[in-house]
């Protein structure tokens, strides 16, 4: 019979020290926490291990594994070691993760720090500090001399008596004037990390989009961005838009956009036919009547009857 299948049959003398292994684990728990006993498990060659139940407050589950050994040919069983191990239906906190795994967008709360990795793939080096610009810099050293030399006072005498350039003219404080002075900018790879976060949250795959009557691209509250994002990003002024002050993609789109329904101008009223606001005399006879010159037309209005 081979070692493995020797190992699956508990050793007789072993199995048998259930007190000793009891006694074992109460020398090691709290009094009073060792349950009963739930089964032997054959370990090896004369080597078992006793497992009771813990009734310990939060260790819901967990066993006692107590292991017991004997020499060979020996009658005397030994302990070997006590420990506490989660059963089947152990309650177990959860796996550990860093922190950098677990931080999720808004976990950022007021006084918090987050500080970024040396080598965080999302940025890339900007401003050194040094007056010396980066190899990928587009300032090149002639241009550096140039402006150097431009900035410079002119003094009298040999080249070699000429003063030091002034700090204006350093790309130092260039740099710090424009304000450019970033020890590290975005990199291409946080470039696409963002432009991705975008395009799923306010991008054409969502619900919003797929209902809506036309893209961000056509609607007027859209204010562009500066850099190469603006290709494919804004952001959103609409107050009534789920997107208001959010980086939306051009492809977006919601039933806010500024022409999706255009509202009518109130129709103007028509000019009035009577103005009432005006008195206007109209004459008691016709025209035929007034030509005739009748004696009546020189009579006092009183003779007519009227007061």
Not at 106 to 111: E, F, K, T, V
Request: hydrophobic share 40%.
């Amino acid at each position: 019979m081979s070692a493995a299948m020797r190992s699956r049959t508990p050793d007789r003398l072993c199995a048998e020290a259930v007190e000793l292994a009891r006694e074992a684990a109460a020398e090691t728990a709290s009094p009073g926490t060792v349950g009963a006993h739930v089964r032997v498990v054959a370990d090896a060659d004369r080597v078992v291990t006793h497992l009771f139940e813990c009734q310990e407050m939060g260790y819901r589950g967990w066993r006692w594994a107590v292991t017991v050994t004997r020499a060979s040919r020996a009658k005397v069983v030994t302990v070997d070691e006590t420990v506490l191990l989660p059963g089947p239906d152990a309650l177990l906190a959860p796996e550990w993760v860093p922190w950098s795994e677990r931080l999720r967008p808004g976990d950022l709360g007021p006084g918090d720090l987050l500080p970024s990795e040396a080598e965080d793939m999302r940025l890339e080096p900007g401003y050194s500090g040094e007056d010396t610009p980066l190899p990928n810099s587009v300032v090149s050293e002639e241009m550096q001399q140039l402006a150097a030399v431009e900035d410079a006072d002119v003094t009298a005498g040999a080249p070699a008596a000429q003063e030091a350039a002034p700090a204006i003219g350093s790309i130092g404080s260039v740099a710090e004037e424009l304000g450019m002075r970033r020890a590290r900018v975005l990199s291409r790879y946080g470039l696409h990390g963002a432009a991705d976060r975008w395009d799923d949250a306010f991008g054409a795959r969502t619900p919003m989009a797929q209902a809506a009557p036309a893209s961000c691209l056509t609607c007027g509250f859209l204010v562009p961005i500066a850099g190469s994002l603006r290709q494919a990003f804004g952001v959103c002024a609409n107050e009534f838009s789920p997107a208001d002050g959010r980086v939306v993609s051009l492809s977006y789109g919601c039933g806010a956009h500024s022409e999706a329904a255009v509202m009518p101008k109130p129709p103007r009223p028509a000019l009035p036919v009577i103005d009432e606001t005006v008195v206007e005399p109209l004459p008691l006879r016709g025209p035929a009547e007034r030509a005739e010159g009748s004696v009546e037309a020189d009579t006092p209005a009183e003779e007519l009857g009227h007061s």
